[in-house]
């Protein structure tokens, strides 16, 4: 094993998760479902199961919180690619905001773990006092265990509704190709695995071909380095530089949204959209909605409709 580069293998206290690979449909119905060498079991739906699917599989999987069971279904469907169309956005993440917009929008990051972290410390430094194996010490790995899964679900239902939210706002969703692993092994890396990127952007993948929006993942060098208006070079920026200014046509703005509106010219060129007609415009696409905007004189629009999340996390 060791030559294959497999390691020692390191075995699993428990069993998390277990399926049944082969099922019929009368197994499941309104409000319980039927397990072989168990029986039936009542459970909360949290969706109407909708006409002409067939069930396929059937899973239980043990959570801090419960037990919970996931029905896979299956419907034969041709679902067509998401076509080329409507009002481009590009969409630059950070540590500084979490993202920024081609439009000017800034999303201030939250901090997920950093706001549970005094109570894990506690609770981790009473299990470190409790004998291994007792009582005492399998209640405070539970709520451990309810604490992480807590952290892991407010992330991931901030990031569905961010989703959503940019998503509103355009028809073609442009963002960088980023290596996350090499990236969560940075300086930052805490902070980096906290806000939880690669899962965001899986998100927004899905959101995006869910409610038809083109999305595309273009080159990430040097987004901070071009002038998104005369597409000249500006040269490197030091972190604490967060104003982009182009010494050659004088655009001013921030430096994210500088990146984000590179971001969006390059999927526009990656796509065989024309730049300017598309990125400069108001109101293309169809959407009927006001449109955020930024000028060219600078002025950033901060703060969205997520700025009450910070007082609910």
């Known amino acids: 094993m060791w030559e294959r580069g497999f390691g020692f293998p390191r075995l699993k206290k428990k069993m998390r998760s277990f399926l049944y690979p082969s099922v019929k449909q009368e197994w499941v119905g309104d409000g ?57 956005l590009g969409v630059d993440i950070g540590l500084d905001s979490y993202l920024a917009t081609s439009e000017g929008e800034l999303v201030k990051r939250p901090r997920f773990f950093n706001q549970l972290h005094g109570k894990l410390k506690s609770l981790q430094r009473r299990l470190k006092n409790k004998k291994k194996g007792s009582n005492n010490w399998q209640k405070l790995q539970t709520q451990i265990a309810r604490v992480y899964q807590k952290i892991h679900d407010t992330r991931k239902d901030w990031h569905f509704k961010l989703a959503h939210h940019l998503c509103d ?44 929006v083109y999305f595309l993942k273009v080159d990430k060098d040097y987004t901070s380095q071009i002038c998104p208006n005369c597409n000249t070079q500006t040269g490197k920026k030091n972190l604490s530089n967060r104003i ?19 971001i969006r010219n390059r999927g526009l060129v990656a796509v065989g959209q024309p730049v300017n007609e598309n990125a400069m415009q108001r109101g293309l696409g169809g959407f009927p909605h006001e449109r955020l905007h930024q000028e060219a004189s600078g002025g950033v629009l901060s703060g969205s409709i997520f700025d009450w999340l910070d007082k609910s996390l």
Not at 46 to 59: A, C, E, H, T, Y
Request: proline share 5%; glycine share 8%; hydrophobic share 40%.
């Open 32 to 88: 319980w479902v039927k397990l072989p060498k168990i029986g039936k079991v009542k459970m909360r739906m949290s969706r109407p199961i909708s006409n002409g699917f067939v069930l396929k599989q059937i899973r239980v999987v043990k959570r801090a919180s419960g037990y919970f069971v996931q029905l896979i279904y299956q419907l034969s469907v041709n679902i067509p690619e998401t076509p080329i169309q409507g009002y481009p």
């Open 169 to 212: 706002q355009a028809g073609m969703m442009f963002v960088e190709d980023i290596n996350f692993k090499a990236w969560a092994k940075g300086l930052f890396g805490k902070h980096t695995l906290d806000a939880g990127f690669g899962q965001f952007f899986n998100i927004l993948s899905y959101i995006c071909w869910k409610r038809d």
């Open 244 to 262: 982009h200014h182009c010494p050659n046509c004088g655009y001013k703005t921030n430096r994210d949204v500088a990146a984000s509106q590179v």
